[in-house]
């Protein structure tokens, strides 16, 4: 069963930057498609950005032109790229593999003056 873990969260102010990282157990992890979430407090998971195998990304609204999501199939990692960070990005980040059912346990982000 593969496992996924983030890191790189913190506190950061707005306008700055943070890269996560999501590192998995396993060689399926390039099988499948990489999907970052967040969870703010008191709301509901929503998608932030998938990338696929092959590299085709998708974005939600929000953070288009801001975020960037990779994978590295060698290190079997995802990253998630965040610039130009504002207050409603806030939450606690997650990773999963669309498909699968896996998801880390979480890094929070907290985007503050």
């Known amino acids: 069963q593969v496992q996924l873990v983030e890191s790189g969260g913190g506190l950061v102010q707005p306008g700055g930057s943070l890269r996560l990282s999501c590192a998995a157990s396993?060689?399926?992890?390039?099988?499948?498609?990489l999907g970052w979430y967040r969870q703010a407090p008191g709301k509901q998971r929503d998608m932030v950005a998938l990338?696929?195998?092959?590299?085709?990304?998708d974005y939600a609204d929000s953070v288009k032109g801001r975020f960037t999501i990779s994978r590295d199939a060698a290190k079997n990692t995802g990253y998630l790229q965040m610039n130009s960070l504002k207050p409603e990005d806030t939450g606690v980040y997650y990773c999963?593999?669309?498909?699968?059912?896996?998801w880390g346990q979480g890094t929070l982000v907290t985007v503050s003056s």
């Open positions: 396993g060689s399926i992890f390039n099988m499948y498609v």
């Open positions: 990338i696929s195998s092959g590299g085709i990304t």
């Open positions: 999963t593999l669309l498909g699968l059912g896996v």
